[in-house]
């Protein structure tokens, strides 16, 4: 959870009511330390979530509360951005940013815990309600079926899956397990987009948050199990394109 505000006072008291009732709510949280936009959008590049964000509107830094949700939604897009401003004439602007507020709470009543604390409940209750919602969904699969053998694998457990040359046949590694499977890879990449993957490779989809490291210099790839993928410099470069327009 992060709190944005540049002033200290304020956002020291913001912390106390807002976890006090994220306690009472039996939140499962974390407050970041991060306030400053440039903290916050490191911290969520490493924790996409989904988070909750308090932000006020007006920072005095290098963008303002919108402009970090704005950016924020590109790392976190099932996030919970509630902007607490003064200027509820701003309101507007969070909408046409596409920042997708969950809600907006008026300093107001700032530093009056009486007529603060329901607004903080109602937005809450909300988040609380939806995040149930979330935590319902089915986790997306692989489903597949070779020969007498029937797969049915989380996306987010898939390292990577691997053509094996010469045959119609695909290698999947997974964080626990290897499966052959005779698949082509290209029938396998169609139900890889639910999840987060590279399937730019012709020999290879990769899942993004199974990537240790990569060596483009090298072509290396270390994936979370220690397997290490070896590419052309050609085929690496499609990888470093990727990142480049994130």
């Known amino acids: 959870m992060f709190i944005s505000d540049d002033q200290a006072p ?3 008291w913001l912390a106390e ?21 440039a903290g916050v959008l490191d911290a969520v590049q490493r924790h996409p979530g989904p988070n909750i964000y308090f932000l006020d509107i007006v920072l005095q830094k290098e963008i303002n509360g919108i402009e970090l949700a704005s950016k924020i939604r590109d790392y976190d897009p099932d996030g919970f951005v509630v902007f607490v401003s003064v200027r509820d004439d701003l309101l507007p602007n969070t909408l046409d940013a596409m920042t997708a507020p969950t809600g907006f709470i008026s300093k107001a009543d700032l530093f009056d815990e009486a007529k603060f604390v329901p607004h903080v409940q109602q937005v809450l209750l909300v ?23 029937l797969l049915r694998l989380k996306l987010d457990e898939i390292v990577y899956c691997e053509k094996m040359h010469g045959l119609r046949t695909t290698r999947i590694v997974t964080v626990d397990q290897t499966y052959v499977v005779h698949k082509n890879l290209s029938a396998i990449k169609s139900q890889l987009t639910a999840g987060h993957f590279f399937n730019e490779f012709q020999s290879y989809a990769l899942n993004f948050d199974q990537i240790v490291a990569i060596d483009f210099n090298k072509g290396l790839v270390k994936m979370t199990n220690g397997d290490q ?4 410099r ?13």
Do not use: V
């Open 127 to 149: 988040i609380k309600k939806r995040l149930q919602t979330l935590h319902q969904s089915p986790a997306p699969t692989l489903t597949l079926h070779s020969g007498a053998l």
């Open 10 to 12: 304020q956002r020291r």
């Open 17 to 37: 009511i807002i976890t006090s009732q994220l306690d009472a709510l039996n939140f499962d949280y974390e407050l970041s330390p991060a306030w400053q936009p």
């Open 234 to 246: 050609g085929t690496i470069k499609k990888l470093r394109a990727y990142y480049q327009t994130q």
């Open 229 to 232: 993928l070896t590419f052309s």
